[in-house]
């Protein structure tokens, strides 16, 4: 068993460190932009998602003065504080608040890759390790080209989450080796909060990681005393995140994702002639099949797996990484298929995913092969590592010759990955055989593996002016925005992109968000024409991933996107619908007008079928949360908005209840005469995840205090460290 760590913070930021800085330079040119995998690359969910949330809660928070519910801005409206890409619960993230955008995330991701980069050397020092390996491993984590590659994709909320894993896994074991649990008491819950607040997705794969790593120290007569710390920090961490998660609940509940298939939920199983990837790097690939860690760290994994050099912690970290190389495979283990059908694993439906565990799992292995032969003697010669380095070495020469053979060329990825490999072999080998300066061989390895990283991580994404990104569909745009009232807009080929449209205030009955609400895709199969298969993150769907042709064959239907209050249709393509107008033309782009696109909201009397308007409401005032009307009855009033639980309405002063119109609409029922009418929403779940945080901020309130009061009854020096 390993002896209690050094809990001395001394020396937590030696000069070592600002090696980390180093593999963030690359994100300096360019830094207002916004992230996209390649330079030809139509998406980014920076753009896409982040920016048009993060616009929307800054605009609810500094010009409105309220914490934004519901938005109005995608898919006619959808619960905004439940859904765990908007960022309401997250308080660093509001640092990009204050920050022009993009420019506030980039400067975010950097400051969470360091943050991460730091808490793996503290971890890593914790573990016994010396300032040179627990540098390398940090240095290790934040050049992770897995990290970069989903930046590229834009993965705001995972960048800000798996840097937290680190300090997570140092917390618990700080403070499971503490005598008393005064002064980290609550650090691994409020970690794992902030991790679930941050993105709930990554939460689940780094509890796995948690738990596992602080098992796989404890022997087993302390399980008890563990498993019982990791039950109570893991309730108070779900406690803490409980105003996004009971909401967050509740919408997953009523959302189309919840009926994803096993099939649809391990589609991103990586396949397994893909574990290639730890040998030769994917320039510009796809960011969830992403697994090269680098060359260098790969050589010292090896040693590591072989026993060549021996650290107790590494056995651990290497075991941690097969493992979750393991699972990645998904889908292509039927083990893993099956485990997939068990309630509660669907929080782990990428198995790609696991990909960042074994990257984390390589970087604290090598830090512990650098440490090893940092205290190896001199004169020792390990003839198993020099025989397995040559092998690998020799294996990974063999393949790339054998393909330049059979392609008459070698690919670069081929050659890059078996150059770097040779080097990392021959500079480790240097070190296992020759009394090389240590100074020298450590600044070598160094040098080695960041070139590598870098050269690697500057293809995996590009920055492209903010200027550029914000002009997307501009024209079309501006023109609907000029337009009077209030309506929504319908697009079958993305020809408004949502950061643009988010930007000129624009209402979309269309949307990219991985959450829909269940009911309005099944509304929205009929009235957009375009037939959905299966669980999609778009409505409409694009069959052929171009939006611009996949739903050129499906005509929408005029009555049904009516109802919605869509007034207007964007499209790259004619829309032959007689109800269709025909407005504007902006290059490519066609705006229609829906002749028979309701109002945003309409009075209909009792028992009729149809939604002809006879008499006309007055909308008092309208905002995202709370709309009134003033209307005549007797008669159904109906609003062009999505039902959903919270919403609430009063006519006249008394609560009533919400009918549901459609299926989908909110509508109340109306006795004769003038009624003053109000809708609010107000869910039920929040005020339930507002008490579960008040109780976790209440214990933490008295444990605080009893601790502090414990320790006055103590000696002063008693818990020194």
């Known amino acids: 068993m390993l002896t209690s760590p050094s809990l001395s913070h001394r020396r937590i930021f030696p000069w070592s460190l600002l090696w980390l800085l180093l593999p963030l330079a690359i994100l300096v040119p360019g830094i207002a932009g916004f992230p996209y995998p390649s330079p030809e690359a139509r998406f980014s969910d920076l753009s896409i998602t982040h920016y048009p949330n993060t616009s929307y809660l800054r605009q609810s928070l500094l010009e409105e003065g309220r ?122 819950g409020l970690i794992l909060a902030l991790i679930l607040l941050a993105d709930v997705r990554w939460a689940a794969y780094a509890a796995f990681l948690w738990w596992g790593y602080s098992l796989a120290y404890t022997q087993w007569p302390d399980w008890p005393r563990r498993l019982a710390q990791l039950l109570g920090q893991s309730l108070l961490a779900l406690l803490l995140a409980a105003p996004l998660l009971f909401p967050l609940a509740e919408l997953a509940r009523l959302s189309s994702r919840f009926t994803m298939t096993v099939q649809e939920a391990m589609a991103f199983s990586i396949p397994p002639q893909r574990l290639l990837g730890l040998l030769f790097p994917d320039f510009g690939g796809f960011h969830e099949f992403m697994l090269y860690a680098g060359q260098t760290v790969l050589a010292l994994c090896l040693l590591i797996l072989i026993r060549a050099v021996r650290h107790p912690a590494g056995r651990v970290w290497i075991w941690s990484a097969l493992i979750a190389l393991l699972l990645a495979l998904g889908a292509y283990l039927q083990p893993l298929a099956l485990l997939a059908q068990v309630p509660g694993m669907d929080l782990l439906r990428v198995p790609a995913r696991w990909l960042f565990v074994a990257g984390i799992a390589m970087a604290g292995a090598a830090a512990c092969a650098v440490d090893a032969l940092v205290a190896m003697k001199p004169g020792v010669r390990p003839r198993a590592a020099n025989l397995a380095l040559t092998a690998l070495g020799g294996f990974s020469l063999a393949l790339t010759a054998g393909v330049w053979a059979v392609s008459d060329a070698a690919p670069l990825n081929f050659i890059w990955g078996t150059a770097f490999l040779l080097a990392s072999a021959v500079w480790i080998g240097l070190r296992l055989n020759t009394r090389l300066p240590m100074s020298i061989w450590l600044a070598g390895l160094f040098v080695l593996a960041l070139v590598d990283w870098l050269g690697v991580n500057r293809t995996l994404f590009t920055l492209r002016p903010a200027q550029a990104v914000l002009s997307e569909g501009k024209p079309a745009v501006e023109y609907l925005a000029r337009q009077p009232g209030e309506f929504r807009v319908y697009s079958p080929s993305y020809s408004l992109p949502q950061q643009t449209a988010a930007a000129a205030g624009l209402q979309l009955a269309d949307g990219v968000e991985p959450l829909q609400l269940a009911t309005y895709v099944a509304y929205m199969q009929p ?182 009061r414990g320790r006055r009854m103590h000696h002063p020096l008693e818990e020194a460290d």
């Open 67 to 188: 914490l934004p519910l519901w938005s109005s801005n995608l898919l006619s409206g959808m619960p905004f504080a439940a859904n765990p890409l908007a960022g309401v619960w997250y308080p660093p993230g509001w640092l990009a608040l204050i920050l022009p955008l993009p420019l506030g995330f980039n400067l975010l991701v950097a400051t969470h890759l360091l943050w991460g980069g730091v808490g793996m050397y503290c971890l890593l020092r914790a573990e016994g390790l010396a300032p040179p390996a627990a540098s390398f491993g940090a240095l290790s984590f934040v050049a992770l080209p897995k990290l970069f590659a989903h930046y590229g994709a834009g993965h705001l909320t995972f960048l800000y989450a798996v840097p937290w894993t680190p300090w997570l896994l140092w917390a618990s074991r700080v403070s499971f080796f503490r005598k008393t649990n005064r002064g980290v008491f609550a650090w691994q």
């Open 527 to 708: 009235a957009s024409g375009v037939p959905f298969h299966g669980y999609s993150i778009s409505v409409p769907p694009f069959a052929t991933g171009d939006p611009t042709t996949a739903n050129v064959s499906y005509l929408p239907d005029p009555v049904l996107l009516g109802r919605l209050n869509v007034r207007y249709l964007a499209a790259e393509y004619d829309l032959p619908v007689e109800e269709l107008q025909l407005e504007a033309q902006f290059g490519a782009t066609r705006v229609y007008r829906n002749l028979l696109a309701e109002q945003r909201v309409w009075l209909e009397p009792a028992g009729s079928t149809t939604t002809q308007t006879i008499a006309s409401p007055k909308m008092l005032s309208w905002s995202p949360e709370r709309i009134e009307v003033r209307a005549r009855g007797p008669g159904l009033l109906v609003l062009s908005e999505i039902a959903y639980p919270g919403w609430h309405v009063w006519v006249d002063g008394n609560s009533q209840p919400v009918v549901p119109y459609d299926g989908l609409l909110r509508a109340v029922q109306l006795p004769a005469g003038e009624h003053q009418v109000l809708f609010t929403f107000r869910p039920a779940s929040l005020v339930l995840g507002l008490i579960g945080f008040s109780i976790a901020v209440a214990y933490l309130a008295i444990a605080a205090w009893m601790g502090r």
